[in-house]
């Protein structure tokens, strides 16, 4: 006589699972979470069981089982229209997905509004138990706010290397000075003498960092370093690109480094309006390598960073993280790679 499962009732739980396999709950509970402590035969034993009856274990019974729900969170604390003006963030949550979909976690994000108390926000987001642990990316954060995420009492990995308590912060970033430098010594190298600086988000390390690597390039060359030439903090928006580009004009500049790609397209756009050549009265230069730096014209030179490969190496910190591999702090900084196209 066949059982109810033969006559195609397949909705099964583990206990259905340890009663067909002879052997007991807990023991079916070890084999689906890939516990070690399970013999070879018997863990055959029940993987063929439940193949036979494809059986899949509830979401919410296995996390319970397991302490782990299988989900990221990812912390953007920017208005959600940063999120669809700015390309950075697109690129970034492509490669968080993407790494996080491969190894069988699922993303949430947080994202916040104009309007929405910064406090009450951040009180939710930290609260949140559901989250195995947490990525943030493009966040200031200064020393209260790893204080809160050490509190947490979950892994977490912060996109862009923080200000404060760096030595014990896991994070991943890229080298933003070097590539700075590089984009300086470049124009140095055509030339150029007068070279301003349109200057990223006030508050972020990555912002602070390249105006280092453009003070760096000046002081190797032994260019005085003229502040006029250094634009008001931006916020790495078209809107700072153009309105930074309009006050260097007044300071015979003969090249400007944008902090990023974004800012040196609209950057163009002003030395153009200006009656201006590019690269022959001005040079310029942007960070990035944005879809946007191969459709300007001409052609934007700009400094490529693995915006994809960010996202990637932060879940995958992450994740050894939470599976015990690697102790914290987890740090890895990506290399970047100077792009030369027309514009200079």
């Given at each position: 006589m066949g059982t109810d499962f033969d006559n195609g009732i397949t909705d099964l739980n583990l206990e259905d699972i340890a009663r067909l396999s002879g052997?007991?709950?807990?023991?079916?509970?070890?084999?689906?979470?890939?516990?070690?402590?399970?013999?070879?035969?018997?863990?055959?034993k029940v993987l063929e069981i439940i193949e036979r009856y494809n059986f899949k274990p509830h979401p919410a019974a296995r996390a319970l089982a397991s302490q782990r729900a299988n989900?990221?969170?990812?912390?953007?604390?920017?208005?959600?229209?940063?999120?669809?003006?700015?390309?950075?963030?697109s690129i970034l949550l492509q490669g968080?997905?993407?790494?996080?979909?491969?190894?069988?976690?699922s993303p949430i994000l947080w994202l916040t509004s104009a309007n929405v108390d910064e406090s009450a926000f951040y009180d939710q987001v930290f609260n949140d138990r559901l989250a195995d642990g947490m990525i943030v990316a493009s966040a200031t954060v200064n020393a209260s706010f790893i204080k809160r995420l050490d509190q947490r009492g979950k892994p977490y990995i912060i996109i862009g290397r923080p200000f404060t308590a760096?030595?014990?912060?896991?994070?991943?970033?890229?080298?933003?000075?070097?590539?700075?430098?590089?984009?300086?010594?470049?124009?140095?190298?055509?030339?150029?003498?007068?070279?301003?600086?349109?200057?990223?988000?006030?508050?972020?390390?990555?912002?602070?960092?390249?105006?280092?690597?453009?003070i760096s390039a000046?002081?190797?060359?032994?260019?005085?370093?003229?502040?006029?030439?250094?634009?008001?903090?931006?916020?790495?928006?078209?809107?700072?690109?153009?309105?930074?580009?309009?006050?260097?004009?007044?300071?015979?500049?003969?090249?400007?480094f944008a902090a990023n790609d974004v800012m040196a397209a609209s950057a163009m756009r002003a030395i153009k309006e200006a009656g201006l050549r590019i690269p022959e009265d001005i040079a310029i230069g942007g960070f990035d390598d944005m879809g946007i730096s191969r459709t300007t014209e001409p052609q934007l030179t700009t400094v490529q960073q693995p915006i994809t490969q960010l996202g990637d190496y932060a879940v995958r910190g992450l994740i050894d993280l939470l599976e015990g591999r690697v102790e914290p702090p987890f740090q890895q900084m990506l290399p970047v790679k100077l792009i030369v196209r027309q514009s200079t």
């Open positions: 052997v007991s709950r807990s023991t079916v509970s070890r084999v689906v979470n890939h516990h070690p402590n399970v013999s070879e035969i018997t863990r055959r989900i990221i969170g990812i912390l953007i604390p920017h208005i959600v229209s940063d999120l669809f003006t700015d390309p950075f963030f968080i997905t993407t790494a996080a979909n491969s190894v069988n976690y760096y030595e014990q912060s896991s994070y991943v970033d890229s080298e933003n000075e070097q590539g700075a430098r590089m984009m300086v010594e470049h124009l140095i190298k055509q030339g150029r003498r007068r070279i301003g600086m349109i200057t990223g988000r006030s508050g972020l390390t990555s912002s602070h960092d390249r105006l280092q690597g453009y000046l002081q190797h060359a032994d260019i005085p370093i003229d502040m006029r030439l250094i634009t008001p903090a931006g916020d790495y928006s078209d809107a700072s690109g153009y309105t930074g580009m309009k006050l260097l004009l007044h300071h015979r500049i003969d090249a400007v």
